[in-house]
């Protein structure tokens, strides 16, 4: 069972800034150093000031609760009057159209994975937990959204927000950081919706698509919490048992899956030769006289569309390889486990088993990164940043659900849905909450 409650959002005070655009921020986890110093001056009461506080590491997590303190006693951030779940909608730019992605803002109640009510989709890393700990333990705020996909087959939820979206939005805003991007905010007040909504998301589950890092860390804040005021007789309401959360039911047709392309650099590069020696047992390789990132990107689509398992290995200009898992490894991948085949045979597994763990073994790889953009991975090929750009296709958001469903984990860094959902329109302070939902 999945226990959702509305909350008394904290948000940006209108009156008290000069624009909502200019005080909002990607989540901490994407914003590169020249859009952090970007966000740092375009507006002093911007949120990056609160998620990615400057100073010193033994003294900006203190830095980011004074920041806090100040800008509550002072109303630039407000608590609101009453209880609400908000409806969020997102308008942005992917392949050349205008999308959006509509869904809901409240408060999941933290369970332990193995509940499987709360299913992550792929693998984290132990740094960024501990940086978020360290903020958490000092502003006991969420201040970002963990972003989660749940089925609702009857559109029962989508229905309600369809209704509300009628009204006039309580927020409407470009983002200053991207003006691609355009966030609404209205507020479910109705007594009937919030219920309604309560009851119908008993019955969920729900898959992280972004935000791991920030869950997972929320476990351990709670962990480390209940085993203190577990102690304490006539404890107060466990504020610290929620986290804020966006609700997008999973089949909406504009939820867009970036794939996270891979670049390779060794610690001295075999050349690639050497490296399409090393894999041609497992794949077939085509030389491919074309970088075009639209002809990648379609040869691999139409590649997935047959059931081929596919990949470009980019090495520099004239050096592009399309290559192709073998059939007789195809029909073997998942046929040492009865209910894996589904996992095994993803693109990003047969990347990570078949080529990736291979160049490790042979070659000493001092460094892997990731971008989403073809063309940014040719760049850094082209400047000799990275020895080898590997593109491929993104799982699909079926794919990560029957994934999920088997209770395995895609390797870390297999997704990267866009566009993230902006820090700063509605947060959770922990001291706002009370037992009474509405």
């Known amino acids: 069972m999945v226990e959702v409650l509305p909350l008394s959002g904290l948000f940006y005070n209108k009156d008290k800034i000069r624009s909502i655009s200019d005080v909002i921020s990607p989540p901490y986890d994407v914003i590169p150093k020249p859009l952090r110093k970007k966000l740092y001056n375009l507006d002093p009461y911007n949120i990056i000031n609160l998620i990615l506080p400057r100073g010193r590491i033994s003294e900006k997590y203190k830095n980011a609760q004074k920041i806090l303190e100040n800008l509550t006693k002072n109303k630039i951030l407000i608590f609101d009057d009453r209880k609400y779940f908000y409806v969020f909608k997102e308008n942005f730019s992917a392949d050349g159209k205008r999308k959006n992605i509509t869904g809901f803002i409240g408060l999941t109640k933290i369970e332990p994975y193995s509940s499987s009510n709360i299913i992550p989709h792929e693998k984290t890393q132990s740094k960024p937990k501990k940086d978020r700990l360290n903020l958490l333990n000092s502003c006991r705020t969420n201040f970002g959204l963990v972003y989660t996909l749940y089925r609702d087959h009857q559109k029962s939820i989508v229905n309600i927000l369809k209704k509300v979206m009628k009204k006039k939005p309580f927020i409407n805003t470009a983002a200053g950081y991207d003006p691609s991007l355009n966030f609404k905010i209205w507020k479910i007040s109705e007594t009937q919706y919030i219920k309604k909504i309560v009851e119908i998301m008993k019955d969920k589950k729900l898959i992280i698509a972004d935000g791991h890092h920030r869950y997972e860390t929320s476990l351990i804040y709670k962990k480390k919490r209940d085993s203190i005021i577990n102690e304490v007789t006539n404890h107060p309401e466990k504020t610290e048992d929620y986290i804020l959360t966006l609700y997008i039911e999973s089949s909406s047709k504009d939820i867009f899956v970036h794939p996270n392309h891979r670049l390779i650099k060794f610690n001295t590069y075999p050349g690639i030769d050497n490296v399409l020696e090393k894999i041609k047992k497992e794949f077939s390789i085509e030389p491919v006289t074309t970088n075009s990132h639209k002809y990648i990107k379609k040869r691999l689509l139409d590649a997935k569309s047959k059931g081929i398992k596919s990949f470009f290995i980019y090495s520099g200009p004239e050096k592009l390889y399309f290559i192709t898992l073998k059939p007789s490894l ?84 297999s997704t990267y849905f866009y566009p993230k959902p902006c820090t700063g329109l509605i947060m959770y302070k922990f001291d706002r909450y009370s037992e009474n939902p509405f």
């Open 330 to 413: 195809t029909d073997t991948v998942g046929s040492s486990k009865a209910d894996s085949g589904e996992y095994l045979n993803i693109d990003i597994n047969i990347l990570k088993r078949f080529l990736i763990e291979k160049l490790t073994k042979q070659f000493q790889i001092k460094k892997i990164s990731y971008t989403h953009y073809i063309t940014n991975a040719i760049k850094k090929v082209n400047n000799s940043k990275f020895d080898l750009g590997i593109f491929l296709n993104a799982p699909t958001v079926k794919e990560i659900e029957k994934i999920s469903a088997l209770s395995y984990i895609l390797p870390d860094k």
